[in-house]
């Protein structure tokens, strides 16, 4: 069931289209064209190269597949969009770092106050404020003892995005997704019974 949805969802993937409005910008059409095209093949540069993506793995087309499976499967996904500074090829510094669901909880394990819900530390107005990621899975028993806790702060100075929270937002107040699944399980469980 999660293969077809991501295959009918995902597809092969965002695709930029660049289409640059030439007369609020000033643009004659031609250079609208020109600049168009420019963009599309920086966005190229950047979205077809493993180098897109932290751990060098995946292209963007591919991270899309990976972020959307992953939060169907756990409800939600996260995604860290760092400069990287570590000697990459081409131009740009930009990398999406893909974190697994279960990394997010509250440090050292504390309940959920009335501003941070299972590692997501929300404003009084319920705006995302920072995440917190455990350096291991919680199910790495190996390193139980060595956990530790980041946060990330969701905006950074210049008010860019530097955390993206990938789920579908049904209540109000709701901090973390559900799993796509998760409505079945009980009448399967019942079936099994």
């Known amino acids: ?21 030439a007369d609020v910008l000033g643009l004659t059409p031609e250079a609208a064209a020109e600049w168009a095209a420019a963009a599309h093949a920086e966005w190229l540069l950047w ?27 756990n409800g939600d996904a996260f ?3 760092p400069n990287v500074a570590d000697g990459r090829p081409g131009p740009y ?53 060595q956990q530790s806790w980041t946060r990330y702060t969701a905006f950074g100075a210049s008010g860019r995005r530097r955390v993206l929270h990938l789920m579908d937002r049904q209540r109000i107040g709701q901090s973390r997704g559900v799993p796509y699944l998760a409505p079945v399980i009980e009448p399967l469980k019942q079936l099994d019974r």
């Open 47 to 73: 979205a077809e190269s493993p180098d897109c993506d932290i751990t060098r793995a995946q292209d963007f087309y591919g991270l899309q597949s990976l972020a959307f499976r992953s939060a169907l499967e």
């Open 79 to 81: 995604a860290l969009l």
């Open 1 to 21: 069931a999660v293969n077809t949805v991501v295959t009918n969802v995902v597809g092969t993937g965002l695709a930029l289209q660049p289409a640059p409005k």
């Open 93 to 145: 510094r930009l990398a999406v770092q893909l974190v697994e669901a279960d990394r997010v909880s509250n440090p050292n394990r504390a309940i959920d106050t009335a501003t941070l819900v299972a590692g997501v530390e929300s404003s009084d107005q319920g705006a995302p404020v920072a995440y917190h990621f455990s350096r291991y899975h919680p199910g790495n028993l190996r390193v139980f003892a």
